[in-house]
């Protein structure tokens, strides 16, 4: 699997927070039937592996990745429990240098010319620019991409990103896709009302479909 491309064709990756495993299952369903089969499960809640494992196990169509990798010991677990990419806030030359090691496709975060730097150093040929809007959104990118394009690096910004800046985003070629929490709110999750889950998603991919064709 080429993670960048899969990533790509999604174009948007809904960035879950779950706080019981029990909703991981109906969560993702209600996620690719929408239209958003890649998913980004956060670890920040100690039911992230086991939603990760269960949303393997349950829903097979679903690509899932592990968000908010900050530790080493939380690259371990996303990869046992089935995720198939990691991604983090920051880059951490430890974590990138046992990804590596692990053969676990990895996209550390970054704000900065020398963090790009850094990751692309690193061997990250993907990196997660975060918190987006707040680091400069769009132009903060091109900028960027103004001393690093020559190096072919993909951006997945995350981070203030919504269904009304989003297309901004998509229409720029070296972002592969975006981070969002505004597909899974946490009101929603918390009613169990994966209905209006859906509706998000559907929304979200009826507008990467519009902007990308």
């Known amino acids: 699997m080429?993670?960048?491309?899969?990533?790509?064709?999604?174009?948007?990756?809904?960035?879950i927070v779950i706080e019981k495993e029990e909703q991981a299952v109906p969560l993702a369903k209600a996620l690719v039937k929408g239209g958003l089969p890649v998913l980004e499960v956060t670890f920040r809640t100690k039911?992230?592996?086991?939603?990760?494992?269960?949303i393997k196990r349950e829903v097979p169509e679903a690509i899932v990745g592990a968000g908010t990798i900050l530790t080493v010991e939380q690259l371990r677990a996303a990869?046992?429990?089935g995720a198939v990419f990691g991604v983090a806030p920051g880059f951490?030359?430890?974590?990138m240098e046992e990804a590596k090691a692990e053969l676990f496709p990895f996209c550390p975060g970054i704000a900065t010319a020398s963090e790009l730097s850094q990751a692309l150093t690193a061997g990250a040929p993907m990196v997660k620019f975060f918190p987006a809007e707040a680091a400069g959104g769009v132009k903060m990118i091109k900028?960027?991409?103004?001393?690093?394009?020559?190096?072919g690096v993909k951006?997945?910004?995350?981070?203030?990103?919504?269904?009304?800046n989003v297309g901004d985003y998509l229409?720029?070629?070296?972002?592969?896709?975006?981070?969002?929490?505004?597909?899974?709110?946490?009101?929603?999750?918390?009613?169990?009302?994966?209905?209006?889950?859906?509706?998000?998603?559907?929304?979200?991919?009826?507008?990467?479909?519009?902007?990308?064709?």
């Open 92 to 95: 951490d030359p430890v974590i």
């Open 143 to 151: 900028n960027l991409l103004g001393a690093f394009r020559f190096t």
């Open 47 to 54: 039911a992230a592996a086991g939603a990760i494992a269960a």
């Open 2 to 15: 080429n993670i960048i491309e899969t990533l790509k064709s999604a174009g948007i990756i809904p960035v």
């Open 171 to 213: 229409a720029v070629p070296e972002i592969v896709a975006c981070g969002g929490t505004w597909i899974v709110p946490k009101d929603a999750l918390a009613a169990g009302d994966y209905a209006a889950i859906e509706k998000l998603a559907a929304d979200a991919s009826a507008l990467v479909k519009k902007i990308r064709g």
């Open 79 to 81: 990869k046992k429990a």
């Open 155 to 164: 951006f997945m910004p995350t981070g203030g990103v919504n269904l009304s």
